[in-house]
């Protein structure tokens, strides 16, 4: 894992394909509602709806964003660690997920999470670990990540759970060894 190495303007990360349900479009509002304060947003996430992705670049410029907001497309995963360090906050305002595993990467760097109460999120984000808000409403979102940006004691607190957060999670072997072993059990049940 690349060392945490937030950069000054802070950095908002946003990982997750670009289609509707990823709420995109709420954070670009959201975050057109932040204008007044510094920070630079990334977008990663491949383009997979060519529609939606053009709405998006569209919406950045209409807000007066399309230079503090970059669209960074699908990258390669050394990119992407290079992204989560230099990160001070990963913001979703995903409007469904069922699991999402980019949560589980940014608790691993040690990024406080602004998302949305949706889905599995509200069973599996750490309370301490960051801000939940409603999806589809820009205006929480916005609030959520004014009060990141504004109060560093705040932001740190949510970082240091974030971290022990993301120390806690099991690692990939650990994964693996738990969906074999419930795939085994299962396939017992299923033969006897």
Known sequence: MVPAAPTVPPLILAVGIQVPRKG???????LSRV????????IVGAPVDAKYAAELVRLSQDTGLGDRIHFAGQVERD??????????LFALATRY???????DEALAHGLPIVTCA?????????????????????NDFADSLRSMLTNRDSLHSYALAAKAAGQA???WPETAATIASALATLQRACTN
């Open 97 to 103: 997920e069922g699991y999402g595993i980019v949560f």
């Open 118 to 138: 949706t889905g599995a999120v509200s069973d599996t984000e750490p309370k301490d670990a960051g801000l939940l808000t409603p999806p589809d409403n820009p």
């Open 35 to 42: 204008q007044d304060l510094t920070w630079n947003a990334i």
């Open 24 to 30: 995109h479009d709420v954070l670009i509002k959201s």
């Open 169 to 171: 999670l099991p690692g």
């Open 79 to 88: 990119a992407l660690q290079l992204l989560y360090a230099k990160a001070s």
